[in-house]
């Protein structure tokens, strides 16, 4: 099975960019749909972007579009978000998955997944 690590989670002001990276171990993400969620204070979690298992198609939620960007690097079996021009709303935690599924569509449900890593706060201050 695979392992999933975040990082580069942390504390900006609106308008900034920030770059997630969600590291895998294990397996190749290439046998494995990947996509990223995130949980606002208080509230369930959430889809952000999700990328199909060939790389060759991406997904995102409307409130993320145009300003967020999933990407993956196969040698080093990592997934990215760039995150760019931040809202304060788009504070949370935010965690990578993945999704063994044989599937070449993409998965936007957080109970499509089955691997979750352990999540990297972004703060967004106004």
């Known amino acids: 099975q695979v392992q999933l690590v975040e990082s580069g989670g942390g504390f900006v002001q609106a308008g900034g960019s920030l770059r997630l990276s969600c590291a895998a171990s294990?397996?190749?993400?290439?046998?494995?749909?990947t996509g990223w969620f995130r949980q606002p204070p208080g509230k369930e979690r959430e889809f952000v972007a999700a990328i199909n298992r060939s790389g060759s198609s991406t997904n995102y939620a409307d409130s993320v579009k145009g300003r967020f960007t999933i990407s993956r690097d196969t040698a080093q079996n990592t997934v990215y978000l760039q995150m760019n021009s931040l809202k304060p709303e788009d504070t949370a935690v935010y965690y990578c998955?993945?999704?063994?599924?044989?599937?070449?569509?993409?998965?936007?449900?957080?109970?499509?997944?089955?691997?979750w890593g352990q999540g990297t706060q972004v703060t967004v201050s106004s």
């Open positions: 998955a993945a999704d063994p599924s044989r599937s070449f569509t993409i998965a936007t449900m957080v109970r499509q997944y089955d691997y």
């Open positions: 294990g397996r190749s993400l290439v046998s494995y749909r």
